[in-house]
């Protein structure tokens, strides 16, 4: 029987997503300066005013007031008629240290004996949909808000948008769970008050999106030809700025919170979540950490030809380093003559999902997360890159840089996209 399936993203600019950056980019600075940090940041943002509370056990010194201030200039909160700028908002901390009490569990005499930092449930997912094993829904709602950012950054075209912007895709699947084509679009945009009147608003916005964002869409080096020929049929239904007006928008519109963004930060409602967010926390957190891993399991397994989709769910106990279960879901799909309990018992041999194996498997210690904070924490591109670190870093590199000791260290972004395991899966399932 065929169905109809959405997903939805919201841009750099939407209030939560303001929270999630800053969480992460002080997360990444207390991690730059001391890679053993243990860090839970929360982030609440409203009307000119920027709260920031949070545990933190650290021998990093950091400037919180500059850096939430230099993210939100980043994202574009620069004009005062947004009721949030940059230069003018009010920044409070009120970060303490970690309780010892949780302390006691991950900070162990060896470090393999570390515990995982919270119980919990995590979920890994991937599909064949796309070449980067994502669902459709997700990642189309999630270009779209990228190229409309490049395009209000770039100044050329459409130069009334506003940061906070939001998307949602649905897609309509065949009896055979393949997406056959995309039913309806939404997009909802910040934009200056220049228009008349709401429909004179939305009849030039709509004709600027058809003009100018689709085509980038369609364009975008990460959508493959059968996503475009999604596209190409032209008859989806485009509803822009549905209530009207959009001039009132991030954190004077919405109060914005840390980790309320969780099926945009995953997988647009496909598979399942745990319900542990991502942003402000350090590896020591299996919220994050776990579901790091799980998706590089369901990743590479699908790569593998082990099944056309794949959900595992994985569980820990504060304080222990095993995990107490792993599950795993083909949807019926699995390409091997085992039920999906094998699948899940020879997966959990293969890999090492103790929190020490798992942030040693990707180094986790690195400061890596502010780029996960928009857009989605997968389905992204694995890249290098180098950047200053503190001597607290044991393998970075030593330099002399005018008269100063200085410390580099090339480090690797969205590791847990790697398809490095391929091969492993594999021969493991003799496929």
């Known amino acids: 029987m ?5 997903s939805e993203s919201v841009s750099e600019g939407h209030p939560d997503k303001v929270a999630d ?13 001391d890679p053993e940090s243990k860090v839970a940041c929360e982030i609440l943002v409203t009307t000119g005013l920027v709260i920031i509370s949070g545990e933190v056990t650290t021998n990093a010194w950091i400037d919180h007031h500059k850096l939430a201030r230099e993210i939100i200039k980043k994202i ?29 569990g991950v900070i162990r005499q060896k470090p393999e004996d570390q515990g995982a930092g919270d119980q919990g449930m995590m979920f890994g997912y991937a599909c064949n949909e796309m070449k980067n094993y994502m669902p459709i829904s997700i990642e189309v709602a999630h270009i779209i808000l990228q190229e409309l950012a490049n395009i209000r950054k770039e100044g050329k075209v459409m130069q009334y948008l506003g940061p906070d912007s939001k998307s949602q895709v649905t897609l309509e699947y065949d009896d055979n769970n393949i997406p056959t084509k995309i039913n309806t679009i939404v997009i909802s945009t910040q934009h200056d008050d220049i228009w008349k009147t709401s429909e004179e608003m939305q009849k030039a916005i709509e004709q600027d999106i058809r003009q100018y964002l689709i085509p980038k869409v369609k364009a975008s080096n990460v959508v493959p030809e059968e996503v475009r020929k999604l596209f190409d ?16 928008g991030g954190p004077h519109g919405d109060t914005g919170l840390t980790g309320r963004k969780i099926i945009v930060d995953t997988y ?22 776990a579901a790091y891993a799980l998706r590089y399991i ?37 390409k091997v003559p085992m039920n999906d309990k094998e699948i899940a018992d020879k997966l ?20 890596i997360y502010l780029p996960t904070a928009s857009y989605g924490h997968f389905g992204r591109d694995v890249y290098e890159k180098e950047i200053e670190v503190s ?3 044991k393998d970075a590199e030593k330099r002399i840089v005018d008269g100063q000791t200085k410390y580099y260290k090339k480090i690797t972004f969205f590791p847990w996209e790697k398809l490095d395991s391929v091969d492993l899966i594999k021969n493991n399932f003799n496929l």
């Not at 970060?95 to 949780?102: A, F, G, T, V, W």
């Not at 509803?239 to 001039?247: Q, R």
């Open 76 to 104: 574009g909160y620069t004009k005062s008629t947004y009721f949030f700028e940059y230069n003018s908002c009010g920044v409070i901390s009120t970060l303490h240290e970690q309780s010892p009490d949780i302390r006691l």
């Open 268 to 289: 647009g409602g496909h598979g399942a979540h745990g319900g542990g967010s991502f942003s402000g926390k350090d590896p020591s957190k299996v919220d994050r950490s």
């Open 298 to 334: 369901a990743k590479n397994a699908v790569a593998a030809g082990l099944a056309d989709k794949m959900l595992l769910q994985i569980s820990y106990a504060i304080g222990i380093a095993q995990p107490i279960s792993l599950y795993v879901n083909t949807y019926g799909t699995a």
């Open 2 to 6: 065929s169905y109809l399936f959405t």
């Open 391 to 393: 001597e607290l870093h």
């Open 348 to 367: 959990f041999h293969l890999f090492d999902l103790s929190p020490y194996g798992i942030i040693k498997k990707f180094a986790l210690t690195n400061p």
């Open 21 to 33: 950056q800053i969480s992460d980019a002080l997360l990444d600075e207390f991690l730059r300066q």
């Open 233 to 248: 049929q032209n008859d989806f239904r485009l509803l822009i700025n549905p209530t009207g007006k959009f001039t009132i």
